[in-house]
């Protein structure tokens, strides 16, 4: 694997040097939601075919594949690596470090949902490993897509500073509730900022409170970049949903409302509000991508170092908001 560096010192990974030669075999780890729509996204491509999925729960895996029409309900992880070339896990959070590693182990390029991992020091030996495999190793952080298509990379210009609000409320099947707010909701918005501005966090402060889990259900950051600041709220215990964000910059600045598609822009940026034509199917696009860097026909889009500088990130807002409702307890 060929480790490249931009301007803002981000590592990027081009194609895998053993490329996969024709149709990439991808087997699902987590037979959920996510793990439904990515079988559905592999089965349909003209690049992959869906080999299976493999659950705790064997009717689970058996309703995806029935779903997906195709593939097989694998009894075990390793018969799974065994059918595969490659594999997603869409599994609970706090569980995807240890399946990362057991499938870069057994050789397999790897996607896995966000975060991946919930320490920056695990999150980086993924990274490593990976790349001392040359397998592809990408996170879903397809977000980024979406800000792409909107033109919010391509403005030549670094904010100053960046606001972000992103509120849900709570889910009706406590789903994503093994970890908290922070790695659950907010650290969409840590990796948009961190690529926003292109530099490394200067300083972090946290703070939050727990509603209706052991863990954090809202929390605050205030981070500081080497070329501005950021303030980003996430909850999962609003009574309304709510996503936005205002982006400031020395030309202007950006507002977004992601849940009406909207932006109200005073910069001279071309900034698109509504992606759905360019880019109607974010994790179909991401999922073509995994494919499109094991069978080396492009750069890996959403590598594991920027999985783990978002799960680093993470890991600090969280530590300082856990220290500030300790000590206001």
Known sequence: MVVKRTS????????????????????????????????????????????????????????????AGCGEAFRSLEQLFDACDAVVIATPASTHAYLARRALEAGKHTLVEKPLALTGVEAR???????????????GHQERLVFEAMGLFATGERPKRIEAVRMNTRSPDGRCEDVSVVFDLMIHDLDLAAELFGSEVTAVAGDGHRAHTR??????????????????????????????????????????????????????????????KILPDPLRAADEAFVAAIQGRAASRITGGVGARAAAMAETVETGAMVAVSAAA
Request: aromatic residues 6%; positive net charge.
């Open 215 to 276: 863990l954090l259900d809202q929390a605050a950051a205030e981070l500081e970049f080497a070329n501005g600041s950021a303030t980003l709220i996430a909850s999962r215990c609003a009574t309304v949903r709510e996503r936005r964000m205002k982006i400031e910059y020395a030309s202007g600045t950006v507002e977004i409302d992601f849940l009406t598609r909207t932006v109200k822009n005073s910069t001279p940026f071309n900034i698109v509000a509504d992606v759905s």
């Open 125 to 139: 030996s993924l990274a490593k490993l990976a790349l001392e495999r040359d397998l592809v190793l990408q996170v």
């Open 8 to 67: 803002e010192g981000v590592a990027r990974m081009a194609p895998a040097k053993k490329a996969r030669q024709g149709r990439v075999r991808v087997g699902v780890i987590g037979a959920g939601v996510f793990g439904g729509y990515h079988a559905q996204k592999f089965a349909n491509s003209a690049h992959s075919t869906f080999a299976g999925a493999f659950d705790l729960n064997a009717e689970a895996a058996l309703a995806v594949c029935a779903k």
